[in-house]
């Protein structure tokens, strides 16, 4: 079973600032990875998918990269609705399985 | 717009059944381009996924989970439910439905979830 790392847990970062969120798994997933960011009291929401395309809707500030087994969820000049919880996501298609990293928590510096 | 919305009961006793059912409006659940699913989230915790359903019927579950799970799709109903079957404490998440986007492979839309206590 494949496990996916997120690092780190707690990120401080500054509005206006650049936040590099990071995940890692355990082996090779290709591009198949997505990303989500989740408010307080709101489900959440998909930002990326494929490992560097963003969703219908999602702010260019938000990009991601990477291949294999490291994923990097970019944020460029935080805005003060950026701050949340983002979750890394895997899925195997056969068979069917979603693997989700534990979350890196994303709070003002 | 499409959009979902999860429903039942908020307060289950353990070794009984946990119901819940998702309804979908403003969209088809009728199409071969996604999967629907469950996915749940214990109290400050991450997330977990449960099970999906293609609107023919056929499930995908997390083997996890498995021998406790039954998802269903009603689609004159434009609904699908989960069964997940002698609960206990570990169960109580809140529990959110959604659209799994076969050309992302991700959840692309999400309801806003229930919250199931499991307690006496």
């Known amino acids: 079973e494949i496990v996916m790392t997120q690092s780190p847990a707690t990120l401080s970062v500054s509005p206006g600032e650049r936040a590099t969120l990071s995940c890692r798994a355990s082996q090779s997933v290709s591009s198949n990875l997505a990303w989500y960011q989740q408010k307080p009291g709101q489900a959440p929401r998909l930002l990326i998918y494929g490992a560097s395309t963003r969703a219908p809707g999602i702010p260019a500030r938000f990009s991601g990269s990477g291949s294999g087994t490291e994923f990097t969820l970019t944020i460029s000049s935080l805005q003060s609705e950026d701050f949340a919880v983002y979750y890394c996501?895997?899925?195997?298609?056969?068979?069917?399985?979603?693997?989700f990293g534990q979350g890196t928590k994303l709070e003002i510096k | 717009q499409l959009q979902l919305q999860e429903s039942g009961p908020g307060l289950v006793k353990p070794s009984e059944t946990l119901s819940l059912t998702c309804t979908v409006s403003?969209?088809?659940?009728?199409?071969?381009?996604?999967?629907w699913g469950w996915i749940r989230q214990p109290p400050g915790k991450g997330l977990e996924w449960i099970g999906n359903v293609y609107y023919s019927g056929s499930t995908y579950y997390n083997p996890s989970l498995k021998s406790r799970i039954t998802i269903s799709v009603d689609t004159s109903k434009k609904q699908f439910s989960l069964k997940l079957s002698s609960v206990t404490a570990a169960d109580t998440a809140m529990y959110y439905c959604?659209?799994?986007?076969?050309?992302?492979?991700?959840?692309?839309?999400w309801g806003q979830g229930t919250m199931v206590t499991v307690s006496s």
């Open positions: 403003g969209g088809s659940i009728t199409t071969n381009s996604y999967y």
């Open positions: 959604g659209r799994h986007e076969r050309a992302y492979d991700a959840f692309d839309m």
């Open positions: 996501q895997h899925y195997n298609n056969w068979p069917p399985l979603y693997t």
